[in-house]
């Protein structure tokens, strides 16, 4: 049922074209209420589904299915649509159901030392590009950062990109800034050039019309690949947030909401100290964890 269509009809709202297909979830993923991917409805048909998609406020169909665990998928005939719903589920035989949500979380790697290992060629002509551009304290700020990471960018042919915008750098240099300088030196920037290396990796494994885009479905992926797992809701805010009209992502608004994330964890996980995945702060520390990250 699509909820408050009526309310908003008399402010020009239309309902929407909606139905609703079932999928049987295979038996080696009962119980992890993991969300399917993409290859999955790939390969995989339908259990049963609406016998259309038609807009009305409410639809509904009667199966006869064998015990095992479903997923019910309602959605928009045309894509992008967004709007609120309720879902009902009727039995004659005792049946439980719940959101398939994912736990919020990320990967912790460890931080490499500085002299784990020697520089390649490439990091010795950044050596020389940072060089130049930092001065004689080896250390440089949001704009000089800028102007090194868009003379790398240049280079990669296959990346369709302007390069990165001055916000994204700001907050790159605060995930990387230890000492809160305002600055990074030589160390903290190839270690950021690995995460940004490792992110465009995948950028460029969903980007495979070579658009320079990605779409909002690819980048669930993304940032899964990524390492970061998030719920329905912080997905949405990021399609919000970072996502073209068109409901596009390109490169420098995919790397700053990894850096974003990449932050925000390490922030939460610094003021978690018990590990209990709950903190507390006082409106400083929360104020400067907003603009930090």
């Given amino acids: 049922m699509q909820k408050n269509r009526r309310k908003e009809r008399k402010l020009g709202a239309n309902l929407y074209t909606i139905g609703f297909a079932i999928y049987e979830v295979p038996k080696e993923m009962h119980g992890t209420k993991h969300h399917l991917q993409k290859d999955f409805f790939l390969y995989n048909a339908s259990k049963a589904r609406s016998k259309t998609y038609i807009n009305m406020r409410e639809i509904s169909e009667r199966f006869r299915l064998p015990p095992s665990e479903y997923v019910v998928i309602p959605s928009t005939y045309e894509p992008h649509q967004e709007g609120e719903f ?11 159901s719940e959101e398939v949500e994912n736990m919020i979380e990320a990967d912790r790697p460890s931080r490499p030392s500085a002299k ?3 520089e390649n060629e490439e990091e010795k002509q950044f050596r020389n590009i940072f060089q130049q551009i930092a001065g004689d304290d080896m250390e440089i700020n949001a704009e000089e950062l800028r102007n090194v990471l868009n003379n790398v960018v240049k280079k990669h042919k296959d990346l369709k990109t302007e390069g990165f915008e001055l916000e994204s750098c700001r907050s790159m240099i605060a995930l990387m800034d230890t000492d809160g300088s305002g600055k990074i030196n030589f160390d903290e920037f190839r270690h950021l050039w690995d995460k940004i290396k490792s992110w465009q990796k995948i950028f460029k494994r969903y980007d495979t019309d070579h658009s320079g885009t990605i779409n909002s479905y690819e980048m669930r992926n993304a940032v899964k690949d990524a390492g970061f797992r998030l719920n329905n809701q912080l997905y949405d805010i990021i399609t919000m947030r970072y996502a073209d009209k068109n409901m596009n992502i390109d490169f420098d608004s995919f790397i700053c909401c990894f850096v974003r994330l990449d932050a925000m964890f390490r922030a939460f996980h610094a003021f978690d100290k018990d590990g209990d995945g709950i903190i507390k702060l006082n409106v ?4 400067q964890l907003t603009m930090y990250a």
Avoid: D, G, N, P
């Avoid at 879902?87 to 049946?95: D, I, M, P, Y």
């Avoid at 400083?284 to 104020?287: A, I």
């Fill in 116 to 118: 784990a290992r020697e």
């Fill in 284 to 287: 400083l520390e929360w104020l």
């Fill in 86 to 96: 309720i879902l009902r589920v009727f039995s004659e035989k005792r049946s439980l």
